[in-house]
């Protein structure tokens, strides 16, 4: 333990199960269907949260990236990043799904990015249908909850694991929109060791991919650097020392009552709460990702 949060950056990571390659499979064969893309990333993870090969899958048709989990990120961070977004080209949305914030701005930016699609309809005698937009991101960034908010009821299986959706399926929004729903897809080899972390700490990747512990310590080091009062606010960490975890564990241990029979501190339910903590917003506010 007392090395992990030094040794994280060691672990390699490959996991691709075979319904991301039949996903990707399914996205190429159909892509000419869709008039638009809907790209959706972690607000807290800008980079890390976007499909490395995009482009690739979806040629040159229009896009536009959906930010979730604002609500949770350090905007100033955050808005930064999707400036740099937009200096490449996309037209970025941001959205707060708790609380229903953003959503008429995906419909105003569809409109709007379209827009020629519709004066060449028009010129062509051709009615004005709806836009048929596919909606694709990495395992549980929130498609499904972004879905279910667009709608105005639940249409599509939302959890806090990875690998909900399986297929491609066609979900109407409304007379206006009509989305194709993909499965969360990663790329095959997550080579980058900061971005696999940050993937693993905001669940991602299934939580069997990685040691806990390890996920855990890369989680304090990052909030310490970034966001150190954050950890004195919520384990009243103050002198937190990467090269001495199990002080730490213990102390955090202690504070939240994460302790076995004799007093003893269960270290793996510390690891836990840490990860827990962090993905439900009790580090604060936070973005792992700078431009």
Avoid at 100 to 117: C, P, Q, R, Y
Avoid at 152 to 181: F, H, M, Q, Y
Wanted: glycine share 6%.
């Amino acid at each position: 333990m007392a090395n992990e949060g030094k040794s994280f950056r060691k672990s390699s990571i490959n996991w691709y199960p075979g319904h991301m390659a039949k996903a990707r499979k399914q996205i190429r064969e159909n892509i000419n269907m869709v008039d638009i893309v809907y790209e959706v990333v972690d607000a807290r993870i800008p980079f890390s949260s976007k499909i490395k090969d995009a482009d690739d899958l979806i040629g040159n048709k229009p896009k536009i990236m959906i930010m979730t989990k604002t609500d949770l990120c350090d905007l100033d961070k955050t808005k930064k990043c999707a400036k740099k977004y937009e200096e490449e080209g996309y037209k970025v949305v941001m959205t707060d799904l708790v609380n229903n914030k953003g959503l008429n701005e995906i419909f105003n930016a569809t409109s709007l990015v379209l827009k020629e699609l519709d004066e060449k309809r028009k010129a062509k005698g051709l009615k004005k249908r709806a836009y048929r937009a596919l909606i694709m991101g990495i395992p549980n960034v929130g498609k499904s909850t972004l879905i279910n908010r667009l709608v105005g009821k639940k249409v599509a299986i939302t959890g806090d694991k990875p690998g909900v959706t399986k297929n491609l399926s066609w979900i109407r929004i409304n007379k206006d929109l009509e989305l194709l729903d993909s499965p969360g897809i990663l790329w095959p080899k997550l080579d980058n060791e900061i971005q696999s972390y940050n993937l693993a700490s905001f669940s991602a990747i299934k939580e069997e991919i990685l040691p806990l512990g390890k996920v855990a310590c890369y989680i304090l080091d990052t909030i310490n650097k970034k966001y150190k009062n954050n950890l004195i606010d919520r384990y009243g960490l103050k002198d937190y020392d990467n090269e001495d975890v199990i002080k730490a564990y213990e102390q955090i241990g202690r504070k939240r009552g994460c302790l076995i029979s004799g007093g003893e501190v269960d270290y793996d339910k510390v690891s836990s709460l840490i990860i827990k903590d962090l993905r439900e917003g009790h580090l604060g506010k936070v973005t792992f990702d700078e431009v």
